[in-house]
């Protein structure tokens, strides 16, 4: 960093370095046209980001993100609650959001199992899915993880916590490819995919 810009700019710099898709490079060339535009761009965005970090909550049944403890899509009664779909992060719930194709509940687990970084299923809300499913007599269940190794391990597992549970499990089907991050797929795709799932 440059000592001429001031340490206060600088630490905004090194935070905004920080987002997903932004390095040093860019997160200078956001931050000065911040400074420049900073009576419509930097004071609406500082009050904002304030607001959100005061209102921002968990959704206690899904795990999605709001501002109230119960979700938008929880809360919305024209959902279908005979299906649930597992997603792995808010990312992929608002990407099949974008798609328009899904109209059931959704359930956030947090991540997936990773044995190389030490992620099993009590750092994941698996217990969480399996205890919903199991008390609301959900008859279908989406497994809508990417087709990593770990998203389809992490698949195999719920698949197994929830047999006897008298949910149909299913999975995305054509469309999705291996390897394949749900975020990055267009919404023709996720929608496909949505409509030609299969039993998994």
């Known amino acids: 960093m440059s000592d001429s810009a001031g340490k206060e700019i600088d630490q905004l710099i090194s935070l905004m370095a920080k987002l997903p898709g932004l390095g040093p490079r860019s997160a ?21 980001l304030t607001e959100v970090a ?11 993100v709001g501002t109230s403890d119960t979700c938008g899509i929880c809360a919305d009664p024209k959902r279908d609650t005979n299906v649930i779909c597992v997603v792995s992060d808010v990312a992929d719930l608002w990407a099949m959001e974008r798609s328009l194709a899904f109209k059931g509940r959704y359930h956030v687990l947090g991540g997936v199992l990773s044995a190389l970084d030490g992620i099993g299923p ?16 959900v008859p279908e269940v989406v497994l809508a993880l990417s087709a990593t190794i770990d998203g389809q391990t992490t698949a195999h597992y719920i698949a197994d916590q929830l047999e ?15 390897g394949g991050e749900l975020d990055y797929l267009d919404d023709g795709t996720i929608t496909a995919a949505l409509k030609a799932r299969k039993t998994f």
């Open 28 to 48: 200078r060339r956001a931050v000065l046209q911040l400074v420049k535009k900073r009576t419509v761009l930097l004071e609406p965005l500082a009050r904002s």
């Open 54 to 64: 005061a209102t921002v909550r968990e959704c206690a049944i899904c795990g999605n």
């Open 122 to 137: 009590e750092e994941l809300q698996i217990p969480r899915l399996v205890t919903r499913v199991k008390k609301g007599g």
């Open 164 to 178: 006897g549970s008298g949910a149909s499990v299913t999975s995305l089907a054509q469309g999705v490819p291996i």
